[in-house]
């Protein structure tokens, strides 16, 4: 199934909501809404394509009612996601749906692309974890680009759970919060070996968090 969703927002208007497939969106709010998931998706061979854009000045909440569960499909467990972010002069996002969960046997591929004008703010935050109760062999790939108008931002590529290159016997990590946050100006900040912030050179700051499972108020 080919799921498409635009959703853009306005200074002074509602969000323009525009979709198809099984995915959809409602407005909660005059600045808020929820995705919502009208069908199975994504299974195996799903393709998703998602655009946001966020005019000048205009600001825009993004939540979900609901976790989202990738499946595999009958002839493949691969199914695709492509995430467009827009932000114009002045304007705000903050992206923070519930967690997706990769069932045993899927595996989702997510590509997101953002462009930001540089005075616009951001907030986007991602989580992911691989297998319900008793699975652990789903894959996730999330690759990440990011620009302030013409300079680059970020450029990130993360893989996550059975046949990653951190997938071994002694700790695979099955869980990760993600958090891109654009302007922010904290410093570096480390917790062991699975928690970073790490701030970025042309502003913001990417924060990462693996382990086993999603905490609960994670």
């Known amino acids: 199934m080919r799921t498409e969703l635009r959703i853009v927002a306005a200074a ?8 198809s497939g099984g995915l959809s969106a409602r407005r ?12 199975a998706t994504p299974l195996g061979g799903d393709e998703l ?25 009958v002839a493949t467990p691969l ?18 749906p519930e967690p997706m969960i990769v069932a045993g046997g899927a595996r989702h ?32 790939q999330g690759e ?12 990130h590529r993360l893989e996550l759970g059975a046949g ?5 016997a002694l700790a695979a990590p099955r869980a990760l919060e993600s958090e891109l946050v654009y302007p922010d100006e904290r410093p570096v900040a480390t917790t062991g070996l699975a928690q970073t912030r790490l701030p970025l050179a042309a502003g913001g700051s990417l924060f990462t968090r693996t382990g086993s499972r999603l905490t609960a108020s994670g």
């Open 12 to 19: 002074a208007t509602l969000p323009e909501i525009h979709a």
């Open 28 to 39: 909660t709010g005059p600045h808020t809404v929820h995705l919502i998931g009208t069908a």
């Open 49 to 73: 394509d998602i655009v946001i854009v966020v005019g000048p000045g205009a600001e825009l909440v993004v939540r979900s009612v609901a976790a989202t569960i990738a499946l595999p499909g």
């Open 79 to 96: 199914s695709i996601g492509r995430w467009h972010l827009e932000i114009g002069s002045g304007g705000t996002l903050d992206f923070d």
């Open 109 to 140: 591929h997510i590509i997101t692309m953002i462009r930001l004008a540089s005075d616009a703010r951001l907030r986007m935050r991602e989580r992911i974890q691989i297998g319900r109760t008793g699975e652990d062999d789903g894959w996730w």
């Open 144 to 155: 990440l680009i990011a620009d302030v108008d013409a300079t680059p931002l970020l450029r």
């Open 164 to 168: 990653t290159p951190a997938d071994d």
